[in-house]
């Protein structure tokens, strides 16, 4: 019997969320359980081959999107029923990923407001959009069959395919050697959390500001294992795919995602060249809806993890607080660390820099040494409902009143829910479906929230357990 877990197809900060059902079906368990043991771990040891470069940064030659869309290669129309890969990537790109869009994004109603009230003429034209909006590498590494409109392509995930075009024509080669070759390796958790959040958070080589929101850019807000689901999926988890790549779990992903970002936001504010706009701090690291809210409704109430009182602008650490429920489960000791450290840097962004630093310099190690450890485990089912239940209490212990952690508490629900039901672990999930979409309305629209709806949302969480 197969049964659907409920998330959304958009996450986007502010605006109505749309919901799909994604059906997983069952019996993967004992094919998760043979790669686990034998093949993961192989492959798990190649792809350690240290930090791939991303792919816009890598200086491999372009190809162009049109290249790879031929009708033989990945354009066919409709999943090819023989192939190892769909070969319909290119399609469905094209059709409903909207990073096939995202150039022309720049030259929509609100990309135009945004360049207007930047002062820039034409966002098609300024690097600083392009750099996310598309492919964006230099001149000299683009074919002729490259377009510049064709946004964020397939070359940007998967990197420039001059290199390992011919062995990849070949039909011949194992993994290990296109990833010799400089094929991205999209499917270690680790490297897509860096490749997605490169563009969906911040780089310290792309900059994004509170200004660019200022001038009207949507809030980012990223959560790695929903945003994969929700691209949505040109590929297929097959017994193939299983054979030729590592998979990991949507927990894993999910986990890896969130210590990911902690640490970009981490080393970001680290760095003096993106930590400040003069003599403010950068705003784009705050929690936004600590300043940007009506006060018809008083609504500030105490956190439990953040204890500077009313009144004081909050760095947006919802990040941290997905990672110290994690750590609740999975590491109790670190978890207390974590909740030291992360008050330790909400304290000090009152004390000034030098107090901001240390604070920031002893957060770091424990935030890249839990990138590594969720890297290298994986979540079985009962620390999957171990993690599901620790989120749940946090909410209810009053740490989701904040908008944005509750929508990164409410995308970790879903993720930890589709991927209880991929592991074949429970029979049915149904009960959970209303409870789930309850908690995706009550964030669904910023000025709409209110921690009491959340709660409301968060006990039918709890009471689905029973
Ligand atoms: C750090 C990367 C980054 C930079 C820099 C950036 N953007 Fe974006 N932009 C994004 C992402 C990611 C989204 C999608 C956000 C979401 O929906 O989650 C987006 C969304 C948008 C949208 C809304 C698209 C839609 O379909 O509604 C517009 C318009 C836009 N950006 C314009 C710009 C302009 C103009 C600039 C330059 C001033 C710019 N962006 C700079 C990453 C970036
Ligand atoms: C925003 C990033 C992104 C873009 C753009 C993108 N991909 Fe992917 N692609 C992924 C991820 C993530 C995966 C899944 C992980 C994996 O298997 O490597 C994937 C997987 C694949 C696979 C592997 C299927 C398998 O069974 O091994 C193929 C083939 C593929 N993509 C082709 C394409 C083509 C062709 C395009 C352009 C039309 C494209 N991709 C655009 C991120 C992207
Ligand atoms: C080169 C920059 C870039 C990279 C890399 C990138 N994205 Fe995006 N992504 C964007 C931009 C820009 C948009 C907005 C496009 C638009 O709406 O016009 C976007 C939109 C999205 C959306 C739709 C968001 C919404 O609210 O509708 C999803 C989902 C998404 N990306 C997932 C991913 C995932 C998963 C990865 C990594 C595998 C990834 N992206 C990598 C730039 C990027
Ligand atoms: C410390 C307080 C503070 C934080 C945190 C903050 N902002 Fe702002 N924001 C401001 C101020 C001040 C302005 C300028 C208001 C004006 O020009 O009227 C502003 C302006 C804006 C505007 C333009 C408002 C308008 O009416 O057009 C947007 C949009 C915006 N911010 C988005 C964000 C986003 C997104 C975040 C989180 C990433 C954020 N802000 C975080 C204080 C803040």
Same mark, same amino acid.
């Given at each position: 019997?197969?049964?659907?877990?409920?998330?959304?197809?958009?996450?986007?900060?502010? !605006?109505?969320?749309?919901?799909?059902?994604?059906?997983? !079906?069952?019996?993967?368990?004992?094919?998760?359980?043979?790669?686990?043991?034998?093949?993961?771990? !192989?492959?798990?040891? &190649?792809? &350690?081959?240290?930090?791939?470069?991303?792919?816009?940064?890598?200086?491999?030659?372009?190809?162009?999107?049109?290249?790879?869309?031929?009708?033989?290669?990945?354009?066919?129309?409709?999943?090819?029923?023989?192939?190892?890969?769909?070969?319909?990537?290119?399609?469905?790109?094209?059709?409903?990923?909207?990073?096939?869009?995202?150039?022309?994004?720049?030259?929509?109603?609100?990309?135009?407001?945004?360049?207007?009230?930047?002062?820039?003429?034409?966002?098609?034209? @300024?690097?600083?959009?392009?750099?996310?909006?598309?492919?964006?590498?230099?001149?000299?590494?683009?074919?002729?069959?490259?377009?510049?409109?064709?946004?964020?392509?397939?070359?940007?995930?998967?990197?420039?395919?001059?290199?390992?075009?011919?062995?990849?024509?070949?039909?011949?080669? @194992?993994?290990?050697?296109?990833?010799?070759?400089?094929?991205?390796?999209?499917?270690?958790?680790?490297?897509?959390?860096?490749?997605?959040?490169?563009?969906?958070?911040?780089?310290?080589?792309?900059?994004?500001?509170?200004?660019?929101?200022?001038?009207?850019?949507?809030?980012?807000?990223?959560?790695?294992?929903?945003?994969?689901?929700?691209?949505? /999926?040109?590929?297929?988890?097959?017994?193939?795919?299983?054979?030729?790549?590592?998979?990991?779990?949507?927990?894993?992903?999910?986990?890896?995602?969130?210590?990911?970002?902690?640490?970009?936001?981490?080393?970001?504010?680290?760095?003096?060249?993106?930590?400040?706009?003069?003599?403010?701090? @950068?705003?784009?690291?705050?929690?936004?809806?600590?300043?940007?809210?009506?006060?018809?409704?008083?609504?500030?109430?105490?956190?439990?993890?953040?204890?500077?009182?009313?009144?004081?602008?909050?760095?947006?650490?919802?990040?941290?607080?997905?990672?110290?429920?994690?750590?609740?489960?999975?590491?109790?000791?670190?978890? /207390?660390?974590?909740?030291?450290?992360?008050?330790?840097?909400?304290?000090?962004?009152?004390?000034?820099?030098?107090?901001?630093?240390?604070?920031?310099?002893?957060?770091?190690?424990?935030?890249?040494?839990?990138?590594?450890?969720?890297?290298?485990?994986?979540?079985?089912?009962?620390?999957?409902?171990?993690?599901?239940?620790?989120?749940?209490? @946090?909410?209810?212990?009053?740490?989701?009143?904040?908008?944005?952690?509750?929508?990164?508490?409410?995308?970790?629900?879903?993720?930890?829910?589709?991927?209880?039901?991929? !592991?074949?672990?429970?029979?049915?999930?149904?009960?959970?479906?209303? /409870?789930?979409?309850?908690?995706?309305?009550?964030?669904?629209?910023?000025?709409?929230?209110?921690?009491?709806?959340?709660?409301?949302?968060?006990?039918?969480?709890?009471?689905?357990?029973?």
């Amino acid at each position: 019997m197969k049964t659907s877990i409920v998330r959304p197809t958009q996450v986007r900060a502010g !605006s109505k969320a749309s919901f799909s059902r994604r059906t997983v !079906s069952r019996g993967i368990k004992t094919l998760l359980l043979s790669v686990v043991s034998g093949f993961m771990l !192989s492959v798990s040891a &190649v792809s &350690v081959q240290a930090e791939p470069e991303l792919p816009h940064y890598s200086g491999q030659a372009r190809l162009g999107s049109q290249t790879c869309g031929g009708s033989t290669c990945h354009g066919a129309a409709k999943p090819w029923a023989n192939s190892a890969v769909l070969q319909n990537e290119f399609v469905t790109w094209s059709t409903d990923d909207p990073h096939s869009g995202a150039y022309k994004a720049l030259s929509s109603d609100r990309g135009k407001r945004i360049a207007k009230n930047l002062g820039i003429e034409d966002a098609r034209q @300024e690097k600083v959009c392009l750099d996310c909006h598309t492919d964006n590498v230099p001149k000299e590494l683009q074919s002729k069959n490259f377009d510049i409109a064709d946004g964020v392509g397939c070359e940007s995930c998967h990197g420039g395919a001059v290199e390992w075009l011919g062995l990849h024509v070949s039909g011949f080669g @194992e993994r290990e050697d296109y990833l010799n070759a400089g094929i991205y390796p999209t499917e270690d958790p680790k490297a897509r959390a860096k490749l997605c959040l490169s563009c969906h958070l911040s780089d310290p080589r792309k900059s994004i500001t509170h200004r660019i929101m200022g001038a009207g850019h949507p809030r980012l807000a990223f959560e790695l294992d929903t945003f994969t689901a929700n691209q949505p /999926a040109h590929y297929r988890i097959d017994a193939d795919y299983k054979q030729r790549k590592q998979q990991s779990s949507g927990v894993k992903v999910w986990a890896v995602g969130q210590a990911m970002a902690a640490q970009i936001t981490v080393e970001a504010l680290m760095d003096k060249n993106r930590n400040s706009a003069g003599i403010f701090p @950068e705003l784009f690291y705050f929690d936004c809806y600590a300043c940007h809210h009506s006060m018809e409704e008083p609504r500030w109430e105490k956190r439990e993890s953040v204890n500077i009182g009313p009144g004081v602008p909050r760095l947006n650490d919802s990040n941290l607080v997905m990672l110290r429920v994690l750590a609740t489960a999975v590491d109790p000791a670190m978890s /207390a660390t974590l909740l030291d450290q992360t008050r330790a840097l909400h304290e000090s962004s009152s004390k000034g820099q030098d107090a901001t630093l240390k604070a920031l310099g002893d957060l770091s190690g424990t935030v890249s040494s839990l990138v590594d450890r969720f890297a290298a485990s994986d979540f079985d089912a009962p620390a999957m409902w171990k993690i599901y239940d620790a989120l749940v209490a @946090e909410g209810l212990k009053g740490e989701f009143v904040d908008l944005i952690t509750a929508e990164q508490a409410t995308m970790a629900l879903g993720s930890i829910l589709a991927a209880i039901e991929a !592991s074949g672990a429970s029979d049915d999930l149904q009960g959970y479906n209303d /409870a789930l979409a309850k908690a995706y309305t009550a964030i669904d629209k910023s000025e709409e929230y209110t921690s009491a709806k959340y709660t409301a949302a968060l006990k039918l969480l709890a009471a689905a357990r029973k």
